[in-house]
């Protein structure tokens, strides 16, 4: 039985050989992914000497948490994961609830000025006034320096809401009609009945607000300059790429981790929230850009 | 004989008025998001005249006085502006050689995997780079490919060769820029061409193996012809962007030992508007990549349209 099965999903299985190169360049690739971010992790947690003899490769030696102890001992690296957890949570509810509520009253085919709204919206896909307009209007709106300087300019995404008013329509109107029948406004149903058919596309698209927002550097390095208010990017900018990193090491007496090891330690915690999320969340990504592809 | 008009319009706009009434919840959803757009993308839109106007902070956008096309007989004397403008294109179209067939051989190859559990673990592997923020992506190259202390280069020593000039030199640092730009977005690129191979028609290949096809006849015969309309959409749309360009990707993991190639129109616009603060300038750039970008994509559509009588949106 095995046998068979085997011989109709694979009905050329003699040919192994062409199996066999292809797991192995899949394997390659694969581990050409994670092997940078092997090092960095072995890096952050290897001993300082081993380091400097350029002996750590993807395993760390001599582990040692020096680097990490640094890291979260220090104030501007835990405000800054502070206030980019704060800014992603904030940015995540207004942009979806400014979403919803553009695409909703859109799925009405009814809704007199419907297209206009429509065009209203795409035009925004096509053409954008740039980077200094944009600066300049933050400025004029006196929101440089502030949080909303990060929430208000990309508060919508045009893609998205797009996204989700296709989800909308599918939903089959027969629902929202026998409820408008029994009374319900169009409020109530867009809460009881749109919303919670659609808690998929939902989360999806959350994932994606929350997603860019955390990875979002360009706005912060724009419209921020006071260094409380930096985003977790920046901040890492700050120290890895512009190496500003010894500044962690000032009034630390005691044994100092290497440069090396407090960069690689600096990008783990940067990055270890979106790799603890990632492997739970993965499918919902792919769904997204499924529905995303289909829509384009 | 002008009687019939009458109740028309009035019925008209009675109706639009009920309409109003009837809909007022919908539209009350519609304000904010509206105010939005017109604050946020429509503001900055108003705001490219200032690209013809002698714009000062303290007279505002509106009462600067015009300078015409001044601005831009300037910006056409910038050698930076060229620099930034043949780098841009030059940068985008490397990639496009290079990072667009990637996927595509990536996906085939997926496709051809039999057991779930490894495929399934080699994705989620593979698109785990598109989720990793620039800067972290540049922290990582800065430490890997460093000349002295990098551990790529520490092999490559230990090889008994020269190091590699990863970042530093204005050639390697192009075929390093490329290479990150594979590294990040090959596996995730691949989601729409796997999509796309579901839809071939399996008896297809059963009709092959009649024929006596091998898998590597099959996959040429059958599966890339299978996602061939797929691969031009996409390479359409590619070319329809070649005039845009990131900010993040080049400002990280640029230095100033290799301004010269590296200096790409959304770098350069950031050092001279914000930087420098001639916003005049700067924004003039910006309007004038922006045409040329909207040049690119009306082209990519049209042919878009004459290939595959569908346009790109």
Same mark, same amino acid.
């Given at each position: 039985?095995?046998?068979?099965?085997?011989?109709?999903?694979?009905?050329?299985?003699?040919?192994?050989?062409?199996?066999?190169?292809?797991?192995?360049?899949?394997?390659?690739?694969?581990?050409?992914?994670?092997?940078?971010?092997?090092?960095?992790?072995?890096?952050?947690?290897?001993?300082?000497?081993?380091?400097?003899?350029?002996?750590?490769?993807?395993?760390?030696?001599?582990?040692?948490?020096?680097?990490?102890?640094?890291?979260?001992?220090?104030?501007?690296?835990?405000?800054?994961?502070?206030?980019?957890?704060?800014?992603?949570?904030?940015?995540? $509810?207004?942009?979806?609830?400014?979403?919803?509520?553009?695409?909703?009253?859109?799925?009405?085919?009814?809704?007199?000025?419907?297209?206009?709204?429509?065009?209203?919206? $795409?035009?925004?896909?096509?053409?954008?006034?740039?980077?200094?307009?944009?600066?300049?209007?933050?400025?004029?709106?006196?929101?440089?320096?502030?949080?909303?300087?990060?929430?208000?300019?990309?508060?919508?995404?045009?893609?998205?809401?797009?996204?989700?008013?296709?989800?909308?329509?599918?939903?089959? $109107?027969?629902?929202?009609?026998?409820?408008?029948?029994?009374?319900?406004?169009?409020?109530? $149903?867009?809460?009881?009945?749109?919303?919670?058919?659609?808690?998929?596309?939902?989360?999806?698209?959350?994932?994606?607000?929350?997603?860019?927002?955390?990875?979002?550097?360009?706005?912060?390095?724009?419209?921020?300059?006071?260094?409380?208010?930096?985003?977790?990017?920046?901040?890492?900018?700050?120290?890895?790429?512009?190496?500003?990193?010894?500044?962690?090491?000032?009034?630390?007496?005691?044994?100092?981790?290497?440069?090396?090891?407090?960069?690689?330690?600096?990008?783990?915690?940067?990055?270890?929230?979106?790799?603890?999320?990632?492997?739970?969340?993965?499918?919902?990504?792919?769904?997204?850009?499924?529905?995303?592809?289909?829509?384009? | 004989?002008?009687?019939?008009?009458?109740?028309?319009?009035? /019925?008209?706009?009675?109706?639009?008025?009920?309409?109003?009434?009837?809909?007022?919840?919908?539209?009350?959803?519609?304000? %904010?998001?509206?105010?939005?757009? %017109?604050?946020?993308?429509?503001?900055?839109? +108003?705001?490219?005249?200032?690209?013809?106007?002698?714009?000062?902070?303290?007279?505002?956008?509106?009462?600067?006085?015009?300078?015409?096309?001044?601005?831009?007989?300037?910006?056409?004397?910038?050698?930076?502006?060229?620099?930034?403008?043949?780098?841009?294109?030059?940068?985008?179209?490397?990639?496009?050689?290079?990072?667009?067939?990637?996927?595509?051989?990536?996906?085939?190859? %997926?496709?051809?995997?039999?057991? !779930?559990?490894? !495929?399934?673990?080699?994705?989620?592997?593979?698109?785990?780079?598109?989720?990793?923020?620039?800067?972290?992506? /540049?922290?990582?190259?800065?430490?890997? %490919?460093?000349?002295?202390?990098?551990?790529?280069?520490?092999?490559? !020593?230990?090889?008994?060769?020269?190091?590699?000039?990863?970042?530093?030199?204005?050639?390697?640092?192009?075929?390093?820029?490329?290479?990150?730009?594979?590294?990040?977005?090959?596996?995730?690129?691949?989601?729409?061409?796997?999509?796309?191979?579901?839809?071939?028609?399996?008896?297809?290949?059963?009709?092959?193996?009649?024929?006596?096809?091998?898998?590597?006849?099959?996959?040429?015969?059958?599966?890339?012809?299978?996602?061939?309309?797929?691969?031009?959409?996409?390479?359409?749309?590619?070319?329809?962007?070649?005039?845009?360009? /990131?900010?993040?990707?080049? +400002?990280?993991?640029?230095?100033?030992?290799?301004?010269?190639?590296?200096?790409?129109?959304?770098?350069?616009?950031?050092?001279?508007?914000?930087?420098?603060?001639?916003?005049?300038?700067?924004?003039?750039?910006?309007?004038?990549?922006?045409?040329?970008?909207?040049?690119?994509?009306?082209?990519?559509?049209?042919?878009?349209? !004459?290939?595959?009588?569908?346009?790109?949106?």
């Amino acid at each position: 039985m095995a046998n068979q099965e085997n011989a109709t999903s694979r009905p050329d299985g003699r040919n192994r050989t062409v199996d066999v190169v292809i797991i192995i360049v899949i394997t390659a690739a694969s581990l050409l992914c994670l092997m940078p971010m092997l090092h960095i992790l072995a890096l952050s947690m290897s001993g300082n000497s081993a380091i400097m003899a350029g002996k750590v490769t993807l395993l760390p030696i001599d582990i040692d948490f020096t680097a990490y102890r640094t890291v979260f001992g220090n104030m501007q690296m835990i405000r800054s994961l502070g206030f980019t957890i704060l800014l992603v949570s904030i940015f995540t $509810v207004i942009s979806m609830t400014m979403t919803i509520m553009a695409a909703y009253p859109l799925t009405k085919r009814h809704l007199k000025g419907r297209d206009v709204f429509l065009f209203i919206i $795409v035009i925004t896909m096509f053409f954008s006034g740039g980077m200094i307009p944009e600066y300049l209007l933050v400025r004029n709106l006196h929101l440089l320096d502030s949080i909303w300087a990060l929430i208000l300019p990309g508060a919508i995404n045009a893609f998205y809401l797009l996204i989700i008013k296709t989800f909308f329509t599918s939903i089959p $109107v027969e629902l929202e009609e026998s409820a408008r029948i029994d009374g319900a406004s169009q409020y109530r $149903v867009l809460f009881s009945v749109v919303l919670p058919l659609s808690l998929p596309v939902l989360a999806t698209l959350s994932l994606f607000y929350a997603v860019g927002r955390w990875n979002g550097f360009m706005d912060a390095l724009l419209y921020i300059t006071n260094s409380n208010l930096y985003p977790l990017q920046l901040r890492l900018y700050e120290m890895v790429v512009n190496s500003q990193v010894n500044s962690m090491l000032e009034g630390l007496s005691s044994v100092a981790p290497v440069p090396e090891s407090l960069k690689a330690a600096s990008i783990m915690f940067a990055t270890l929230p979106i790799l603890l999320v990632y492997p739970w969340l993965q499918r919902y990504f792919v769904s997204g850009m499924m529905i995303g592809a289909v829509k384009g | 004989m002008a009687i019939p008009a009458r109740p028309r319009t009035r /019925g008209a706009s009675r109706w639009q008025v009920k309409s109003l009434v009837r809909d007022w919840q919908l539209y009350s959803l519609l304000v %904010l998001p509206m105010i939005y757009f %017109l604050i946020f993308k429509y503001g900055p839109m +108003f705001g490219v005249v200032i690209a013809f106007k002698d714009y000062n902070i303290f007279q505002g956008i509106l009462a600067s006085p015009w300078v015409g096309f001044d601005t831009f007989r300037e910006v056409f004397q910038m050698d930076g502006f060229y620099r930034a403008l043949r780098n841009t294109m030059l940068l985008n179209l490397l990639d496009l050689l290079i990072s667009f067939p990637m996927p595509i051989i990536l996906a085939i190859l %997926l496709n051809e995997l039999r057991v !779930k559990w490894f !495929k399934k673990g080699a994705q989620m592997v593979l698109y785990l780079p598109h989720f990793i923020s620039w800067i972290i992506i /540049g922290g990582m190259a800065i430490q890997l %490919l460093a000349t002295n202390t990098g551990i790529v280069n520490n092999v490559i !020593k230990s090889l008994g060769l020269q190091a590699v000039p990863f970042l530093t030199e204005p050639l390697y640092w192009v075929t390093t820029y490329l290479g990150i730009g594979v590294w990040q977005s090959a596996g995730w690129g691949t989601i729409i061409y796997l999509a796309a191979l579901t839809g071939i028609n399996r008896d297809l290949y059963e009709a092959a193996e009649v024929d006596g096809a091998n898998r590597l006849r099959k996959m040429w015969h059958i599966t890339l012809p299978g996602i061939k309309p797929t691969i031009i959409i996409l390479l359409i749309i590619n070319i329809g962007h070649m005039a845009n360009i /990131g900010f993040d990707r080049p +400002f990280v993991l640029s230095n100033p030992l290799v301004t010269n190639v590296s200096e790409v129109i959304s770098t350069y616009v950031y050092k001279i508007g914000i930087q420098s603060a001639r916003y005049t300038i700067a924004t003039a750039i910006g309007l004038f990549q922006a045409v040329v970008g909207l040049i690119f994509l009306l082209s990519a559509d049209y042919i878009s349209r !004459k290939v595959n009588d569908q346009g790109i949106w």
